[in-house]
């Protein structure tokens, strides 16, 4: 059996041939076909309907129709063009169609993209401001946690920085970067928040650097927790700079040596001493003047005080100067401070006592000691000579003896 095509479609020589090429003609392809080759449609008395409708089914659902899609008598769908496709208009119009919803599926997916971008940027944003704000307290160990924990999730306004630092103040790095308030509140003072903490830091930082003291000294928040523990002012604290360690930093060797000899402190340990918020402050100002008046004695009058005695000369409020006077002439009673047979013996003290006008039995022992002596060797012995001037009463450059 041969075949014959028309258009794309076969057809075989059989019994059904005249059947087949009727439906074929009633077709838009096939009424094309045949007005090219001049023939006339076969009047065959069949409906065809179904036959080209089943022939065209994979034709039809390609473009979009179905079973009814043979509405009309020419078999075509209104809209439909010759090849039961779309029209020109149609097409261009579909066509339109694509390209704009592509366009604006670009423009979405690239406002997304802008989108995602621009939350990337500002959460970039947020972390490093957050960085830059707990490294100035301090607290740069919490970056991350900030960061996961309440940038990303969004549990805090990151524009609050108060906010977020109440937010982390249960962290153990948190309490380590303001260990002085849990003393605070132990010892029934207020809770410093981290701006005040901080700002106290810096105080104590610069009155420090003012007064002369070292730059890697008393730099970190760990050397600051003491004062604040202690409740210590700033105002306080330039006092013990001024009026303690500097007092005695800035003195001879021999007011240093008495801070060693009296209360156990080394050059090196000077300024921890001042600044330890466990002593007070008028306890170290007094002190360091111990320190000068012993410093005097020691010089001027060749004696040792103890701290108590000097601490209770500088309580008098015995200046540099008059201790220098005192001392003098605790030196220049010469033999009169050694002890014969039948007298009393006077200590370093007492004789300073006596020469401060503050010790009225070593005044009167001294003035005894002066008139038995002058009495017995007034023949010329060589004691009346080496005494000096110790007629009359004892007078010192501070006062008689009240």
């Known amino acids: 059996m041969s075949d014959i ?5 076969n057809f075989g020589f059989d019994e059904n041939f005249n059947r087949d090429l009727a439906a ?3 077709t838009p392809e096939g009424q094309a076909n045949l007005g090219t080759s001049g023939f006339q449609v076969p009047d065959v008395q069949t409906d065809f309907t179904q036959q080209i409708n089943d022939a065209y089914a994979g034709r039809n659902a390609y473009y979009g129709g179905g079973p009814d899609a043979l509405g009309g008598p020419d078999g075509r769908r209104p809209g439909d063009g010759l090849d039961g496709g779309e029209t020109e ?3 261009i119009a579909r066509l339109e169609r694509e390209a704009e919803d592509a366009r604006r599926a670009n423009e979405l997916e690239f406002a997304r993209g802008q989108a995602a971008a621009e939350t990337a940027r500002r959460r970039q944003d947020a972390r490093s401001t957050m960085a830059a704000v707990l490294d100035t307290y301090g607290l740069g160990e919490l970056s991350d946690f900030v960061y996961n924990e309440i940038i990303a999730k969004e549990t805090v306004n990151i524009n609050n920085p108060d906010a977020i630092i109440f937010a982390i103040r249960e962290q153990p790095t948190y309490k380590k970067r303001f260990a002085g ?3 605070r509140l132990k010892a029934g003072l207020a809770e410093l928040d981290p701006a ?7 105080q104590y930082r610069e009155t420090l650097r003012s007064n002369g003291l070292p730059a890697n000294f008393y730099d970190q928040a760990e050397d600051f927790q003491a004062l604040i523990e202690g409740d210590v002012s700033n105002a306080e ?22 801070m060693r000899t009296l209360y156990g402190v080394d050059e090196g340990q000077l300024a921890a001493y001042f600044l330890d918020p466990k002593r007070t402050a008028p306890l170290l100002s007094r002190q360091a003047q111990a320190a000068n008046i012993a410093a005097r004695g020691f010089e001027q009058g060749g004696i040792q005080l103890s701290g108590q005695f000097a ?7 015995i200046s540099e100067q008059q201790a220098r006077a005192g001392f003098a002439e605790v030196g220049a009673l010469g033999e009169l401070r050694q002890t014969f047979a039948g007298e009393t013996a006077l200590s370093s003290e007492q004789l300073a006592g006596a020469a401060f006008g503050i010790d009225v039995a070593a005044q009167q022992e001294l003035e005894r000691k002066r008139r038995q002596r002058t009495g017995e ?3 010329g012995g060589s004691f009346a000579r080496t005494t000096g001037e110790t007629s009359g009463s004892i007078t010192t450059s501070v006062g008689k003896a009240q």
């Open 311 to 317: 601490e209770d000369l500088a309580r008098r409020g």
């Open 24 to 26: 074929y003609f009633q």
């Open 89 to 91: 208009a149609e097409r």
């Open 5 to 9: 095509g028309f258009g794309g479609v």
């Open 237 to 258: 604290l330039n006092e013990r700079v001024q009026q303690g360690y500097r007092a005695v930093a800035d003195a001879d060797p021999a007011v240093k040596e008495q």
């Open 196 to 202: 005040d903490y901080i700002g106290l830091e810096n």
């Open 377 to 379: 060797f007034a023949g």
């Open 181 to 183: 308030n849990a003393a």
